[in-house]
């Protein structure tokens, strides 16, 4: 009768903006920036400029509107008006390290071991550019939170895919195998 449409993506794909035709390790734009669409009869909603997939869930009315965002999801209810200083987003590289990267309205700071990348997307959406060690004082302000992300998120040896692997089924493991994550 009243259909929802709710269209996003896990990660968009790199046709060699940086170098190769993938989506991983990498996190620029035309990986991490994917669209968020919904549209549900009689509620108006326009996301705001920086959205999370964890988003996702709590922003959906229904029967989920008598759960909070916080008792369950770790997203905000974005039709509520919340709205994000920070997206972090983190891959995998196969070397084990962690990458993780966290964007502001303006800004996007990648670490990967011992590298940092610091763009300014206002003025370099392609993220040509890296500024990351030039004295910016937002560098150190997004450090911080890359920082707090890792050790409220601390996983041993920094890859939790294949820290929860033991925890899968024999049939979500070999899903995961046939996609290429594993």
Do not use: C
Not at 34 to 63: A, H, M, N, Q
Not at 161 to 169: E, I, K, S
Request: hydrophobic share 35%; charged share 30%.
């Amino acid at each position: 009768e009243d259909p929802w449409l709710v269209l996003t993506g896990d990660h968009g794909e790199e046709f060699r903006e940086h170098g190769a035709f993938s989506h991983h390790p990498k996190l620029y734009e035309e990986v991490t920036r994917v669209p968020f669409v919904l549209r549900v009869p009689d509620r108006e909603f326009s996301p705001p400029e920086l959205v999370s997939l964890l988003d996702v869930v709590p922003t959906l009315p229904g029967p989920l509107d008598e759960i909070t965002a916080t008792d369950v999801f770790a997203g905000k209810d974005l039709a509520s008006g919340a709205t994000r200083e920070y997206v972090v987003t983190e891959t995998n590289p196969e070397d084990g390290e962690v990458m993780v990267g966290v964007r502001s309205a303006n800004y996007k700071y990648i670490v990967h071991d011992d590298d940092r990348e610091l763009y300014n997307l206002s003025t370099d959406a392609a993220e040509r550019e890296n500024l990351a060690g030039r004295g910016h004082d937002v560098e150190a302000e997004l450090h911080n939170v890359v920082t707090k992300h890792l050790e409220e998120h601390d996983v041993a040896g920094g890859d939790k895919l294949a820290a929860t692997v033991g925890n899968l089924d024999s049939e979500t493991q070999g899903r995961l195998e046939d996609l290429g994550y594993l």
